[in-house]
């Protein structure tokens, strides 16, 4: 997303998500191979290290705290970095923590900041900034905190957040500049992998609190702490970072200059890459035109790696036909997720009958239902009529955001519908921006949504829907469900805890909230002078390893 995300996402990564955020690809598929002429058979560096690329649409907000969505990642991983970096090996590594100590029941850590963490106004980064930025997002005044629910891992926050707790209660403390200690509830084995997630970024609270807009333009007040600045941000057109010398591990970062595009349609953006005026398109901050899929992958120039997340269609439970779960099973069902991703999206992703991807859960890959099942979909229409009350289904609504596959999606499913279930479907296409409102507001019917994993646990899936609100357009909740994510975090035996979030997600499928229609895959093309461009199973692009050789 992540809003998509959530959102926020990505070509089928930030076009055809939205979303949200470790892993690996081969070396060959980031293009980081070496082969040439220079020392030791390697090719020189070239000169010129400017990289660009196209994210594709306006980030919704670069505040690390607000930000749901791909887009926004895709800036916020370069500008800004957390306790822990994910580094290429899929792993968390140390980043603004020189070191951490867990206790011995797993529920303490003590993070040591490094003494050369530096902002990008000269400032020191210190662990108040951590306590202030935390804190910040699980203050309930604070606006546009829909990924709170990242931190509830920590003793005190959600209480805090949804209850009128203190935050002065919750367990995250500036022990002295250099020290952060946070406390847990229960022992969390994903948190490394969380405190390098944009939501747990630091702010600068010396410019924080001296302004509320300090992350609406770039200039002095944009302090960030990463491996990047931002030069420049022209709204809905362009985004220009510089390397950061300030950088603790500047030594390490090899681009000088990274050029952010915000071009929407797919065919400029390839005819850029093949003018070089690109070099990088697709996945995962932007889109591949469907069309030229097919070629992509004959002349052996497409990259596809695997991605845990999943596309799919959200149902608004609280809008009528779809507040029945027979009628939204019946439309569930009455898809051919093969036709689409064989005919439509063409990047290898696979049919998704189930809500968590097979690269968590392997048997996800057969899921809970069958595929294009016509026959126990129109038994599933019938049911839920009787139970409404209706003769037969009034006019439904598809929305989604601008995107050539979304609307190739959506025109299909249109089709299908209208065919197996007979029902009359319009399409609606808005801008990003104006369709995440669309969304959150509930001002839909059925609305495209997608999701990619911020951390590799079947509960970043599972849990977006506990609550409404956040993440969660369904409006759908469930109190078994709930209460099942809630003891799944206080279990520490690993095959138990696998078993109670299988119960949460059968349950899930039964009510069909939302349409699951496939996995994802990062789908791209790269120059071949691009190195070290580490692309992501989670549908992150991290750009402080990248280089350009000589071309």
Same mark, same amino acid.
């Given at each position: ?5 959530? +959102? ?81 090996? @899929? ?30 106004? @000269?400032?020191?980064? %210190?662990?108040?900034? =951590? $306590? ?8 309930? &005044? ?13 003793? !005190? ?13 919750? !367990? ?46 770039? !200039? ?38 990274? *050029? ?44 596809? #790696? ?11 439970? $609280?809008?009528?036909? =779809? ?31 189930? +809500? ?9 890959? &057969? ?21 409404? !009350? ?29 065919? *197996? ?11 990003? *921006?104006?369709? +995440?409102? %669309?969304?959150?507001?509930? *001002? ?21 829907? $506990? ?19 809630? $003891? ?47 692309? #992501? ?15």
């Amino acid at each position: 997303m992540k809003k998509w995300s959530l +959102l926020l996402t990505l070509v089928f990564a930030m076009s055809l998500v939205l979303a949200a955020c470790g892993g690996d690809t081969d070396k060959e598929s980031k293009g980081s191979s070496n082969s040439g002429d220079g020392e030791n058979g390697e090719t020189a560096m070239a000169s010129d290290q400017t990289f660009n690329i196209n994210i594709k649409t306006e980030p919704p907000t670069l505040h690390p705290g607000k930000a749901t969505d791909s887009t926004s990642a895709a800036v916020l991983l370069q500008t800004f970095e957390g306790l822990m970096r994910i580094n290429q090996d @899929g792993e968390p590594e140390e980043a603004m923590a020189e070191k951490v100590e867990i206790s011995d029941d797993k529920k303490t850590y003590t993070f040591t900041i490094r003494d050369d963490a530096k902002w990008s106004n @000269g400032d020191a980064v %210190t662990a108040q900034d =951590f $306590e202030s930025a935390w804190k910040w997002v699980l203050n309930p &005044e604070s606006p546009d905190t829909d990924y709170a629910y990242q931190l509830y891992p920590i003793k !005190g926050a959600q209480d805090a957040k949804e209850n009128g707790g203190s935050l002065d209660d919750v !367990g995250i403390t500036a022990k002295d500049d250099k020290t952060l200690v946070v406390e847990l509830n229960n022992p969390t084995p994903y948190f490394l992998n969380l405190t390098a997630f944009y939501t747990y970024f630091p702010v600068n609270h010396n410019v924080a609190e001296s302004s509320d807009d300090w992350a609406q333009d770039a !200039g002095d007040q944009y302090v960030t702490n990463g491996p990047f600045t931002m030069e420049s941000w022209k709204h809905k057109n362009q985004i220009v970072l510089k390397k950061n010398p300030d950088y603790w591990d500047a030594d390490n970062v090899k681009l000088e200059t990274i *050029n952010m595009y915000m071009i929407d349609d797919e065919n400029t953006e390839l005819q850029m890459y093949k003018n070089g005026e690109l070099d990088w398109a697709g996945s995962p901050t932007s889109s591949l035109p469907l069309a030229a899929i097919p070629a992509l992958k004959k002349d052996g120039s497409l990259n596809i #790696s695997p991605m845990a997340g999943v596309y799919y269609y959200s149902f608004n439970t $609280e809008e009528e036909p =779809f507040n029945n779960a027979n009628i939204r099973k019946a439309f569930a069902l009455a898809m051919d997720r093969e036709g689409i991703v064989k005919n439509i999206t063409k990047g290898e992703q696979q049919p998704a009958m189930a +809500l968590v991807p097979p690269s968590i859960w392997e048997e996800n890959s &057969e899921g809970y239902f069958k595929d294009k099942d016509v026959k126990k979909a129109k038994e599933y229409l019938q049911k839920g009529l009787d139970e409404l !009350g209706l003769d037969k289904l009034p006019t439904v609504k598809i929305s989604y955001n601008t995107s050539e596959a979304h609307g190739a999606i959506a025109q299909a499913v249109q089709d299908m519908w209208r065919e *197996n279930l007979g029902v009359d479907v319009e399409l609606n296409n808005e801008e990003w *921006n104006v369709f +995440l409102d %669309t969304m959150s507001e509930g *001002n839909y019917q059925v609305g495209r949504m997608g999701w990619n994993a911020d951390f590799n646990d079947a509960i970043n899936f599972l849990e977006i829907f $506990e609550t409404v609100g956040g993440n969660n357009y369904t409006n759908w909740e469930n109190e078994e469900f709930a209460k099942l994510i809630a $003891e799944s975090r206080t279990e520490t035996d690993e095959a138990a805890r696998d078993d109670i979030l299988h119960q949460a997600e059968e349950i899930f499928m039964d009510e069909m909230p939302i349409a699951p229609i496939y996995f994802y895959t990062n789908v791209w093309l790269n120059k071949d002078y691009v190195k070290d461009v580490d692309v #992501s199973p989670l549908g992150e692009i991290q750009l402080k390893w990248g280089y350009i050789t000589e071309h």
